[in-house]
């Protein structure tokens, strides 16, 4: 049952935008998505950049054509739905009625967006009445199945929560399941809304930059966070063949492995990165000269840049391919930051293009490779590498091939 | 997909004496408050003091469980670390919210924050194995358990030798999380003792438990007493999809209802899932033993561990125990 | 000088729940990190919690935060100077 897994959907929803063109054409004339903040209401607000999504809740509400207001959807919801709405631009959704398929979404937070706000009413006797209906959105499902309900459909169903990674194994479960003939298809991917929570976590952690990131850079300052929603059609190939779907990617390598070191640094010398890169190409029966882009996980805190800086070196060698994290036009969208930059990674090898390491100087001392500082048009990519590190050593690397 | 997981070891922290096999039910633990809260064996056991002195109740008992589940399956680094938990360590979270609210964004303790994670567990049971191995999290409610194994059947029969996964599912009940949910009508409004808890089916609510539960399964049997066949999950159905479904499941391993000598049910003393018990158990030969838990373990997503757990046991034992 | 670090030292065992431990076994000193206490990154973290909450001293950057947190004695004279409550 070894047949080839493909990519023929995708929905996407970023702090660039909506969709394929919002995408390029920024990561073409490098304008990064990093902004002040405008919808998260934190006291650390003045001080900060954030990957935010220019739409209020009732503006996502609006595009979903769901009720404005206090409507029970988490901001989470509302990015799963919009990304998913993107989704069904490419896709019939009665092939998603008609036939078994697994949805596989992922999350770091669930609705905290919301229950951040509310929970100390929540909490308190005679709870207003208003708040009720938020009270289970808290979990890290809440959004698959929203997601599910308001599109009426009965899917062998999985969230996934593995910090940065978890979106990267959403897609890697799904290839897994579709090669076993669990499936013939599944919808994969994940998301992460901001959230005073998680903002105030990282900041706790001392790890986020209050300018723009640059990552892989000698004097980087931590990261920026940032929130996204992104789902891919997997198919096997053959079925994508028999409907006459438009194949944009072959999913030919995947790999998960763990760091065993520490509950949120990598190991310093890049051992889990360089494990997890090495056998996704292993996979894919692939050398590393063949692949033509990396995009790296790239987050611009002082230990990840390292541990994968050192990785890449030690596989690659120091004339690696160009690789670049593309964090500075999102920020970290941790769970969403495996699905929107694998599929980064797609448009990248479609476009032949290396999308630029935005904000990079100063090469590391640590390091004798740099990241592509500046686009590169007319590049002959066959296969795509794309890597997502998160907390509790959770490692994930996919390879794309060109169909 | 056929790949049998044979329970190697099982091991469960929770409200009844389940982490020492011996003294289960001896005596049973009860609870008249609707909040059955787990036995906390000795976490020093298999956590350092250097470790063990940041963690939360949660953390301790994952690892805890997962260490001895393995140490119990003579296994020292798995081949792969799955687990699946709907709500992660609520203490952790509840614990950075009110802080984070307290203290007005400033000056946060970044260790309940970074235990809040929903795969904490699962990196501090690599770390401590030196397991470097596939590593996943499922954190999709009330299927977070059998997705994990579900996993671990995939991984099993997928190309390669993996032998020994640490297969395990866990939840955390806090005062403030029943309060919450008691707003939504989760528990019983007139709270029974909890071995009455299936006496009173006639109205709606549950009551609250919490445990830990881990599976060393495999590929090979060794000297496993229970193995796992099949695997489903079923979305919000009716009573005849249930029952469609379990007959199907049961052709599957070439056996009808009236083939089976126990059923382990999860039934939950909620009156507004009895159009899906009744049937099933009415269903059941009159030669069927009904085997119910949820008044040992109160109702929590992955309270099926407990289930499983006790399914092992009644095979280990060849006996079900009187509850 | 000498209350200032008695005080810190509790401090430190609670904030750190080094359980059982007492002021007069931590050396003024004795390296925090590494050998000595054994303490990791996320308990240098912890300890500029620490030192914001009671002393009100904000370090921003981990890496600075570490040399000021090398030694009981190194933290004590930087609170001395730099303190705000």
Same mark, same amino acid.
């Given at each position: ?16 935008? !909506? ?103 929540? /909490? ?21 199945? #929203? ?110 492995? #763990? ?26 029966? /692939? ?63 479609? =476009? ?27 590049? /002959? ?23 | ?14 409200? =009844? ?16 408050? &609707? ?6 064996? @000795? ?43 709907? !709500? ?71 190309? &390669? ?86 007959? $199907? ?75 | ?12 065992? $609670? ?37 914001? !909450?009671?002393? &009100?001293?904000?370090?921003? @950057? ?18 001395? =100077?730099?303190?705000?409550?």
């Amino acid at each position: 049952m070894a047949e080839r897994v493909v990519v023929t959907g995708i929905g996407i929803i970023s702090a660039l935008g !909506r969709g394929k063109n919002a995408h390029i054409g920024p990561m073409r004339r490098s304008q990064g998505g990093i902004h002040a903040i405008t919808h998260l209401r934190s006291v650390h607000a003045p001080e900060f950049v954030l990957g935010e999504i220019n739409m209020s809740n009732d503006d996502l509400a609006k595009l979903i054509g769901l009720p404005t207001g206090d409507n029970g959807y988490t901001r989470t919801t509302l990015l799963s739905l919009a990304a998913m709405s993107e989704l069904l631009n490419d896709v019939d959704i009665s092939l998603l009625r008609e036939e078994p398929f697994a949805f596989i979404n992922a999350n770091t937070v669930g609705g905290m967006s919301k229950m951040e706000d509310i929970y100390m009413d929540v /909490l308190a006797p005679g709870t207003r009445p208003e708040n009720i209906k938020y009270i289970d959105t808290l979990d890290c499902a809440e959004s698959t199945e #929203n997601v599910r309900r308001h599109y009426g459909l009965k899917p062998l169903m999985a969230t996934i929560s593995t910090a940065c990674s978890s979106s990267s194994n959403s897609l890697m479960l799904g290839a897994r399941m579709i090669k076993s003939g669990m499936v013939k298809r599944a919808v994969c991917g994940g998301s992460d809304a901001l959230s005073r929570f998680t903002l105030n976590g990282f900041y706790s952690l001392k790890n986020v930059d209050k300018k723009p990131c640059k990552p892989f850079d000698q004097n980087r300052g931590g990261l920026n966070i940032g929130e996204a929603a992104g789902f891919c059609l997997l198919e096997s190939e053959p079925a994508a063949i028999a409907r006459g779907a438009k194949i944009i990617a072959v999913l030919t390598g995947y790999a998960n492995t #763990n760091d065993a070191y520490h509950p949120t640094a990598p190991s310093p010398n890049g051992d889990g990165a360089y494990l997890t890169m090495k056998q996704a190409l292993e996979m894919a029966s /692939l050398q590393p000269g063949d692949i033509g882009y990396i995009n790296a996980h790239g987050t611009a805190t002082i230990n990840n840049d390292l541990a994968e800086g050192r990785a890449i070196q030690k596989l690659f060698g120091t004339q690696p391919p160009p690789f670049s994290s593309t964090k500075p036009f999102t920020g970290h969208t941790l769970a969403a930051a495996g699905i929107i930059e694998a599929i980064f990674s797609m448009w990248a090898m479609e =476009q032949q293009m290396v999308i630029p390491n935005l904000n990079f100087e100063t090469q590391m001392e640590e390091l004798d490779i740099s990241p592509a500082p500046s686009l590169i048009e007319n590049v /002959l990519i066959n296969h795509v590498l794309s890597n997502s590190f998160g907390f509790g050593g959770s490692n994930v690397s996919l390879v794309f091939s060109k169909p | 997909m056929t790949q049998p997981l044979y329970i190697i070891s099982a091991c469960t922290i929770s409200p =009844q004496h389940t982490y020492d096999e011996e003294h289960f039910l001896d005596p049973a633990m009860t609870a008249d408050d &609707g909040q059955l809260y787990v036995i906390d064996p @000795d976490y020093t056991r298999y956590i350092s003091p250097v470790a063990i002195r940041r963690m939360s109740r949660m953390l301790k008992r994952g690892i805890t469980a997962g260490m001895k589940c393995l140490e119990d399956a003579g296994v020292t680094t798995p081949d792969a670390i799955i687990i699946g938990t709907a !709500r992660g360590s609520v203490t952790d979270m509840e614990n950075f919210m009110k802080d984070m609210i307290k203290m007005e964004e400033q000056a946060l303790n970044p260790t309940s924050f970074i235990q809040s994670t929903y795969n904490s567990v699962n990196g501090w049971i690599a770390m401590m194995t030196k397991c470097t191995a596939y590593n996943q999290t499922y954190v999709h409610r009330g299927f977070s358990l059998e997705l994990s194994l579900l996993d671990a059947q995939l991984l099993l029969s997928e190309p &390669g030798d993996k032998k020994y996964l640490l297969t395990g599912g866990f939840d955390e009940l806090t005062s403030e999380y029943f309060i919450i949910r008691e707003k939504i009508d989760y528990y019983k409004k007139d709270i029974p003792p909890s071995p009455e808890l299936l006496a009173h089916y006639d109205t709606p609510g549950t009551i609250a438990g919490e445990g830990a539960h881990f599976f060393t399964v495999s590929n090979d049997p060794g000297k496993a007493v229970c193995a796992i066949h099949n695997i489903a999950m079923l979305q919000q159905p009716s009573a005849k999809e249930l029952l469609d479904a379990t007959a $199907d499941v049961l052709s599957q391993n070439r056996l009808k209802i009236e083939d089976i000598d126990i059923l382990v049910c999860g039934m939950n003393g909620d009156s507004r899932n009895r159009f899906l018990i009744d049937p099933l158990i009415a269903n059941c030969a009159a030669s069927t033993t009904i085997v119910s838990f949820k008044q040992l373990s109160g109702e929590y997503d992955t309270a099926s561990g407990f289930g499983l757990w006790l399914t092992n046991y009644i095979c280990k034992h060849n006996y079900v125990p009187p509850a | 000088m000498e209350d200032l670090k008695t005080t810190l030292k509790q401090q430190i065992i $609670d904030s750190l729940n080094l359980q059982g431990m007492k002021p007069e076994e931590i050396d003024d000193n004795a390296p925090l990190f590494g050998e000595g206490l054994g303490l990791d990154s996320i308990d240098s973290l912890e300890l500029m919690v620490l030192l914001e !909450r009671n002393y &009100g001293i904000k370090i921003e @950057d981990a890496r600075e935060g570490r040399k000021i947190l090398t030694s009981v004695q190194t933290m004590s004279e930087y609170i001395q =100077q730099h303190r705000k409550i």
